[in-house]
């Protein structure tokens, strides 16, 4: 069980990326990390344009990658989403706004809020030299617009596979509403989505356990 120490506050003053949407694919995936997948996954799929949000590991072997290993700190995976999206409705920087403004706070090493350990830590898993480019040029507006006080310690490191996460853990928050960790952590982001990003906010998330 989670252990509940306080409510997680992420700064949003970092303005949405004017940056033209791609439309190279009708779908296109990018890999989190920031924290708890529940809050995360819950999160994308009220962003208008994702088609689906997986939670799952990422960083480590497959051999590795259930939730009793990964929560013993010693695989070297990150609870992750995998998050399908359609460009032509919503980019990836938009996506990175998205985390970064709304979805974590990025200057937290090895943890997010009550969670602690490097399975929690920050990262982008960059699936090619253009998802690098753009994950690397939103820290840098991070960092020039002095978002936070501390630094961004986001890792931004190759893709080398997606494992998904046990069942229990899909759509858990959309599932358990009223589950404690869920109301302190986790309903804040949505609610923050919407009031910050109202264009990008949809009412209904698109579920991934009923797929």
Known sequence: MRRIVRILVCGGLLPLAAIPLAAQSPRQTAVLAGGCFWGIQN????????????????????????????????????????????PSV????????????????????????????????SAIFYMDEEQRRAAEAAIARLAAAHAYARPVVTQVVPFSGFYRAEEYHQDFATRHPDYPYIVINDLPKVAHLR??????YREMPVLTSSR
């Open 195 to 200: 009031d910050r990003f109202p264009r990008l």
């Open 90 to 121: 919503v980019s990836y920087e938009t996506l990175l706004d998205v985390f970064f403004t709304v979805g974590h706070d990025p200057t937290e090493l090895n943890r997010q809020g009550p969670d602690v350990g490097a399975s929690y830590r």
């Open 43 to 86: 999160l994308f799929e009220h962003v208008n344009g994702v088609t689906r949000v997986v939670a799952g590991y990422a960083g480590g072997r497959a051999e590795t990658a259930s939730y009793d290993r990964v929560s013993s700190e010693t695989t070297g995976h990150a609870e992750s989403v995998q998050i399908t999206f359609d």
